[in-house]
């Protein structure tokens, strides 16, 4: 090998090191952070829940799917063939997973506003008066909406449980059995990789808006009363410490999967790219980000009959930035790169082991 090659693939090395690092420095900087008016903390939730390579389905089915959350607390409890709803409290019929999410909601908020001890009954009053709200929301509520005929749009009253029907059926969910808009599953595991090409493009994009629109909207109007009726109760002292953090700050031995995806993808971006830019495990290094590229190839995958992800920067077939940058990071691992330039070669000067078979 010459000089000048041995030369570029040093630069390559040390270019591909410096990308990983600073994209690691950047994600750990907005965690830091926090929120802004600007940015929010990294977060590769959005991304993921997009994923559509061939590895999508088991990323979705770690992280939670929204739309399953999402039934989940907009479901009632049924009752029991002996029960006369005039004799139940609507609040026992709300849903497991709504009435831990409020629970869970007013521990937060009790201790983001130190409440006292009058206070605190007040708001666990309040609580349960919202929940019976919630039930009887869910059972009765209406409102006008704006529905798509072939030929116009008007404005319909629909009973919620309409709107909750109408989000099912946007979903395609009747069973219960299919959580994707129009069934795009099937369309991206069947019919687009018969046309060999992305044939749904912007109509499945747009159902799938419409899905999270129509979510969106259904957990606001689910839980703002709530939000409203506890926030109605606060002095004016209590209202300057802000909203209630989203969730409160768990040991990492209570992390969800999401949280771990996000701090191993921090860290380790910092971890290989320092790695590659100091030649010090530098084998080692190329491997491990090669297998994160390949993880983001598997996710996002250029193939022609998957549906094209606005996240994606460019067109591609078959391969992307993701898989030169691979091939790049294996050609690497079969060089004695950090040896030539790098913290290798002192190890291996220093290593004991060297001198004494010498």
């Not at 629970?103 to 605190?120: G, P, V």
């Not at 129509?214 to 002095?235: I, V």
């Not at 790695?275 to 390949?294: D, K």
């Amino acid at each position: 090998m010459n000089g000048m090659t041995r030369f570029f693939l040093i630069l390559l090395r040390l270019a591909i090191g410096w990308h990983f690092l600073f994209e690691g420095i950047e994600k750990i900087e907005s965690v830091d952070k926090g929120p802004t008016e600007s940015s929010r903390p990294f977060s590769s939730e959005s991304y993921l829940r997009e994923a559509t390579g061939p590895i999508g389905n088991q990323i979705r089915s770690q992280i939670g799917d929204p739309d399953a959350q999402a039934l989940d607390r907009l479901a009632v409890r049924p009752l029991a063939p002996d029960q006369d709803p005039a004799h139940v409290p609507p609040g026992e019929r709300i849903s497991p997973a709504l009435a831990k999410d409020w629970d869970n909601f007013l521990e937060r908020f009790a201790a983001h506003y130190d409440l006292d001890e009058i206070q605190r009954r007040l708001a666990a009053a309040k609580l349960e008066q919202s929940k019976d709200q919630a039930v009887r929301w869910l059972l009765e509520g209406s409102k006008d909406v704006e529905v798509n005929f072939p030929t116009m749009t008007a404005q319909v009253k629909q009973t919620t449980a309409q709107r909750i029907q109408a989000y099912k059926d946007k979903l395609r969910e009747p069973d219960g059995t299919n959580r994707w808009p129009l069934g795009a599953q099937d369309i991206q595991d069947k019919e687009l990789p018969a046309f060999d090409r992305d044939v749904e493009k912007q109509r499945l994009r747009t159902v799938k808006a419409d899905a999270a629109r129509m979510r969106a909207e259904l957990l606001a109007e689910l839980n703002q009363p709530m939000k409203d009726s506890l926030n109605g109760m606060l002095t004016s002292e209590q209202k300057t410490k802000g909203p209630v953090p989203e969730a409160a700050e768990r040991p990492f031995w209570k992390w969800s999967v999401l949280q771990w995806i996000d701090a191993i993808t921090r860290w380790g971006l910092v971890a290989v790219g320092l790695g590659l830019l100091l030649g010090l495990f530098t084998r080692t290094a190329c491997v491990a980000g090669a297998a994160f590229l390949l993880m983001l190839y598997l996710t996002m995958s250029p193939f022609p009959w998957l549906p094209e992800s606005t996240r994606v920067e460019g067109h591609y077939y078959f391969v992307n930035k993701n898989l030169v940058e691979l091939l790049a990071l294996l050609t690497l691992a079969t060089t004695r790169s950090g040896y030539w330039v790098g913290l290798d070669g002192l190890v291996r000067f220093l290593n004991p082991r060297r001198w004494r078979r010498g």
